[in-house]
């Protein structure tokens, strides 16, 4: 029986530089619109990033944006503004609050970086639909509205395997959007250098992939909150060597904390996995209902999501096309169920969370009976949680609170 | 002083019940009031009114926990708490031990609540966002017909041919109560149809495992869903004396298990 407890966090030292790496991207961003210098792309998360770099564009990323405005709690005042123009409340709210935020000419980085009075106008539009259907009719408002090209792969749903079949489909595709994107760009694309970007993005892929299983430890010095946030420059900064440099800092000092045992929550007794987006408007109260609970929400889906063991700097179209369609989002539900029953067993999990995003069901992947199908395999409980990304209308505080208090009681009787 | 009393605060989003237990177990005090808007004060008169059919007084109270919506609202009995699936698993394992499936139907929302044969929590569900299936769904259709709360459960058993309600929303089921209305169907036939659609939103949360086991407010004054549940599930459903009460008692065995603290008396006395 828990009375009451002051969660317990401790800092990570490495966010003062992360912070910095961030603001010099915005404003890198944010200068190479202003100036003409360089032409503007807007990609999806795990789009073609590689590609748009090595072709010398300043790449913004709309779902990292609209991730602003959930954390900052003002998406659920900007997305009734696309909901009025026709965007449902019940599509990704990734994308209305994003959509809001333009139609009311704000965006979050104007206030966070100094100088920076509105996104980068973008030159060109790239998607990949392997994160979902809905990037792409976000991309597509957008090229209506500014007339800017709207480009993009086309990606196989629920793959088991990725096979020969799949990986050429979506080099073809990749190849396809290269004579595109060159001559937008103004220059041709340079062999060289896209191996060079492919390479610093498997670097970065890896050191990020060794930050989050220092949480392998027990007592894990690092949570998924932390992870939500620490994953920022693999996600806006793949294929630079500034996401690689603070990788190797944030290890560093992970790798420290993990040899002197210095917990993320402290008296961790119980060890959670989260499956699904992060509630980001909630995130620090989830992170200190978890730690008040002395539960550390050690390992999760969506951070690592962006490991990307395929990238090879040898062949680099085929193993972008590779890392891109080994995408957990992408994959069917029996692979789904092999990886999450990997992952409890290697991160010593006790219990797994679902959040059943109200708008994302891509990400949510609790509605299909594989809470159950999972809890039989490998024995251990599940809770599930209704909520969502962004909007905070679909969000119940006492609920959520109530089922985790109650998933924790479970699994201290279990004990 | 005299025997020591142990006792659980259920602190409902709709009511705030109390049970009083002895040290062998026995319930010997309990109240029920609605819970307002003021907690505290409700919890301190059921308190009361419980103690005192408990022929004790708060000095008797050896130990207290509190549950549901409002357990952080009673700092002035008790600084320890369980969730209402908690406790709601502890008090029908006392009266049910063994393996149960435990259905909850609250004012404001419902649980299905599995426990193993030894009584432990298998697995929990609470219902979703929205109202259907809970008292809170009851009292908007009761205003809707236009009738009491209190005389839904002799409605429902008068029914002849139930009218089925086919929404799990509340304002839709409510639109097809107005329907139904217009098209001259009983009242009787209507209040059957909202309890089967309670049944149905409840059922629906989960599948029932072992025996099944209804508890919560609704169940308490409606005891023909109790039946109705009985004859769609195909088996007998288990009710504790006091369905209303699981969750407060299984809060006083908490607190008589002595996993919480110890109630500190001038807090106590305090209590206005």
Known sequence: MKAETKPSRKKIEATSLMNRIMADYFLDLDQASASGSRKVAWCTSVGPAELLRALGFAVHFPENHAAMLGATRLATDLIPEANAIGYSPDICSYLTSDLGAYLKGFTPLAKAYPGIAALPKPDVLVYNTNQCRDVQDWFAWYARELGVPCIGITSPKNVNEVTDAHVEDVTRQLEALVPVLAEISGAPLDLARLREVVALSRACTELWKQVLETATAVPAPLTFFDGTIHMGPAVVLRGTPQAVEYYRVLLAELEQRKTTREAAVAGEEYRIYWDGMPVWGRLRQHSELFAGLRASVVASTYCSSWIFPSFDAQEPLRSMAKAYLELFIVRSDAYKERYLAEMMEKFRIDGIVYHDAKTCPYNSNSRYGMPQRLEAETGLPHLVISGDLNDMRCVSDEQTKTNVEAFIEQLEEGK | ?272
């Open chain 2, 1 to 272: 002083m005299s025997k020591p009393v142990f006792v659980g605060l259920d602190i409902g989003a709709s009511r705030t019940k109390v049970a009083v237990m002895d040290a062998d177990l026995s319930l010997i005090g309990y109240a029920v009031k609605k819970s307002g808007t003021d907690f505290g004060r409700t919890a301190s008169v059921c308190l009361d009114i419980s103690l005192k059919m408990a022929g004790a007084t708060r000095s008797h109270v050896e130990r207290a926990v509190a549950t549901g919506y409002g357990r952080a609202n009673v700092p002035f009995v008790t600084k320890t708490s369980k969730t209402e699936i908690g406790c709601l698993a502890r008090g029908c394992n006392h009266f049910f031990p063994g393996a149960l499936s435990i259905i909850d139907i609250g004012g404001q929302d419902n649980k299905i609540v599995k426990l193993d044969a030894a009584g432990r929590r298998s697995s929990f569900k609470m219902n979703r966002k929205c109202a259907a299936g809970t008292g809170a769904f009851l009292e908007e259709m009761a205003g809707r017909l236009d009738i009491p709360l209190e005389e839904m459960n002799d409605l429902a058993r008068q029914s002849e041919e139930m009218v089925k309600l086919g929404s799990y929303c509340t304002v839709f089921s409510g639109t097809e109560v107005l329907e139904s209305i217009r098209h001259g169907k009983k009242v009787s036939d209507i209040v059957k149809g909202i309890f089967y659609s309670v049944i149905k939103r409840v059922l629906e949360m989960d599948s029932l495992t072992d025996r099944v086991v209804m508890t919560g407010g609704v169940v308490a004054h409606n005891p023909y869903l109790v039946r109705m549940t009985e004859e769609l599930i195909g088996r007998e459903v288990l009710l504790p004396k006091l369905p209303q009460l699981a969750g407060a008692v299984g809060a006083a065995l908490y607190a008589k298990a002595g996993e919480a603290a110890a109630v500190p008396q001038p807090l106590l006395r305090r209590v206005k």
